[in-house]
């Protein structure tokens, strides 16, 4: 099961400690805000 950040073909995905991974909208991770794309990756 896949967890916290990783990169996949260039992109960075973000996946919970229940392996899901995190996708279209805003979230707060470790005290830092990030908005995912649909698709789960992030927005640069």
């Known amino acids: 099961m896949e967890k ?3 990169q996949i073909n260039g ?3 973000y996946f919970s400690n229940w ?4 996708a279209n909208g ?3 991770i470790d005290g830092k ?3 995912f ?3 789960g ?3 640069e």
């Open 19 to 22: 392996g899901d991974m995190i």
């Open 41 to 43: 990756s992030l927005r």
């Open 4 to 6: 916290g950040w990783k």
């Open 26 to 28: 805003s979230y707060t």
């Open 37 to 39: 794309n649909a698709d």
């Open 11 to 13: 992109k960075w995905y």
């Open 33 to 35: 805000s990030y908005y």
